[in-house]
């Protein structure tokens, strides 16, 4: 039963008391898990480019920006680093004199390697009077670790990866991811009038020194590239925080007797995606950057998904203009669907012509993306399936391990099956065939959210999350596989990665 504080609270955030029970509802009877027709695999709803299609992609997708086609860089980058700091976190807490794992021993052996080092160097001596060998030499790991994430420090145990120093650069210069950012953006996204749009999703605390990095840096990289950079900045809005709830699905209230929301994770940038503007949008984590000295395949790679997508968004559209005209060749239309999107429906061959042409368009007619794919290599990600829709038709989607019944042995063996992942390497087109925006949040399935259990002050607590951004969240777009090389996926998921050859 909500009290009129909790009435007050919900709509200062713009949540609604029916989005309240709604949300109740899903942590009393939970997410289906979703059925599957097989594992998406090369010839099987995942597309191989050969270099024939490369070099036609890539005219193709210059050929879109000569034209004024517009594009823009979606980079979520609100989410905390502490995850990438979680073995150096526990070297504060135990105080530890000297390193002992094998991470450990990886991090303080190769310290003088990371980006940061020479500012790490500079907070020991400021806080410790010591550099960071003498400490080292003298048992003091944890102090070390200490000025790494503390705020006296270089705060990295709060800070956003995006504002973190990744890479050492030219000129003796060190970049931080947004600036790798920035200079993908000038090498793959600038339009005809060398624009380059890039839009960062942020935390609202940490916006004035991402605008403080992009003051100093853009200038000077406009000078550099010869391009104009529109960088923008949004927020996860406070009426897509979630609910959390006991163990029992009561909802949660602190010792003040106050209801607890939490970010819905980042299903809910569907949001800040549908409020963009370009007909293109490239996403991309903030973390999966590397040196400009070898950036070459990712650059090559992400016109060649973007060439891909524009050439079935102009078949889509000449196709959905021959339905309005009648003289629509419903055959020729199907195959493309089913070859060419991947989406099968076994009724349609037995529609008659009036409901083919409706089911067609149906399908036609909604947001487009290319989801470049990369050869499983024990790095985690979502998997490419093709799944059941509504109507009885499948077509490929994204799944994340906690969508697939883990009791279903043939579920799980699918899953096991798969021959590669998504790391996030996405382009969409948002518009229309008549160059109308869709309204994206018609196209999230609500059905695939995800509960996880967390706790707060002491206390065992659940919370959702919203359908994933590349997962529900565009569960009913039409979606397209095209295989790109591991080189293109370069995650930071710790601290030891950036001491990864790719990463020096």
Same mark, same amino acid.
């Given at each position: 039963m909500l009290k009129e504080s909790d009435l007050q609270l919900i709509e200062q955030k713009g949540i609604t008391p029916d989005?309240?029970?709604?949300?109740?509802? @899903?942590?009393?009877?939970?997410?289906?898990?979703?059925?599957?027709?097989? /594992?998406?695999?090369? %010839?099987?709803?995942?597309?191989?480019?050969?270099?024939?299609?490369?070099?036609?992609?890539?005219?193709?997708? @210059?050929?879109?920006?000569?034209?004024?086609?517009?594009?823009?860089?979606? /980079?979520?980058?609100? %989410?905390?680093?502490?995850?990438?700091?979680?073995?150096?976190?526990a070297i504060v807490t135990a105080d530890k004199a000297n390193p002992e794992t094998d991470f450990e021993k990886d991090f303080f052996g190769n310290i003088s390697k990371f980006a940061f080092y020479p500012l790490l160097n500079k907070a020991c001596v400021e806080m410790y009077q010591k550099n960071v060998t003498e400490l080292i030499e003298e048992g003091h790991c944890a102090q070390v670790a200490n000025a790494l994430l503390d705020a006296k420090g270089l705060n990295y145990g709060a800070l956003p990866k995006g504002l973190l120093k990744f890479h050492r650069a030219a000129a003796g210069t060190v970049h931080t991811p947004v600036e790798e950012h920035l200079e993908e953006g000038a090498q793959y996204a600038a339009d005809k009038d060398r624009n380059v749009n890039l839009h960062f999703t942020v935390s609202p605390e940490h916006r004035k020194e991402f605008n403080k990095i992009l003051d100093e840096k853009v200038p000077l990289m406009e000078k550099v590239w010869g391009v104009n950079y529109n960088v923008t900045m949004s927020e996860q809005k406070a009426s897509t925080d979630t609910i959390a709830v006991n163990a029992d699905n009561s909802p949660y209230r602190d010792a003040k007797g106050h209801l607890l929301f939490r970010p819905a994770g980042h299903g809910a940038l569907i949001e800040n995606l549908n409020e963009r503007e370009a007909q293109v949008i490239f996403v991309k984590n903030i973390d999966n950057v590397v040196p400009a000295r070898i950036r070459h395949t990712t650059l090559r790679y992400k016109k060649v998904i973007a060439g891909y997508l524009v050439g079935l968004q102009q078949q889509v559209a000449q196709y959905l203009t021959m339905l309005d005209e009648g003289n629509a060749p419903l055959a020729e239309i199907l195959k493309f669907v089913e070859n060419s999107l991947f989406t099968h429906n076994p009724a349609a061959a037995s529609m008659d012509e009036a409901t083919l042409a409706q089911y067609l368009r149906n399908k036609l007619n909604r947001p487009l993306r290319v989801c470049g794919m990369v050869r499983n290599e024990g790095e985690p990600g979502g998997g490419p399936y093709l799944t059941y829709n509504a109507d009885g038709s499948y077509s490929p989607q994204i799944l994340e391990a906690a969508q697939i019944d883990a009791s279903n042995p043939e579920a799980v063996q699918l899953m096991k099956s798969g021959t590669h992942f998504n790391p996030v390497d996405l382009v969409c087109y948002i518009k229309d065939y008549k160059g109308n925006k869709f309204n994206l949040k018609h196209f999230v399935d609500y059905t695939t959210g995800l509960i996880s259990e967390k706790s707060k002050d002491g206390v065992a607590i659940k919370a959702l999350e919203l359908p994933g951004l590349w997962n529900g969240s565009m569960s009913d777009w039409n979606t397209v596989f095209v295989e790109v090389p591991i080189e293109t996926f370069n995650p930071v998921k710790t601290v030891n990665d950036l001491l990864r050859p790719q990463h020096q």
């Open positions: 989005m309240i029970t709604t949300q109740l509802n @899903n942590f009393n009877n939970g997410f289906p898990f979703l059925k599957i027709e097989s /594992v998406a695999t090369v %010839g099987n709803g995942i597309v191989a480019i050969n270099d024939q299609m490369a070099s036609q992609c890539i005219a193709r997708w @210059n050929d879109y920006k000569a034209a004024g086609g517009t594009v823009e860089k979606f /980079v979520p980058a609100s %989410g905390a680093a502490s995850r990438m700091f979680k073995n150096i976190f």
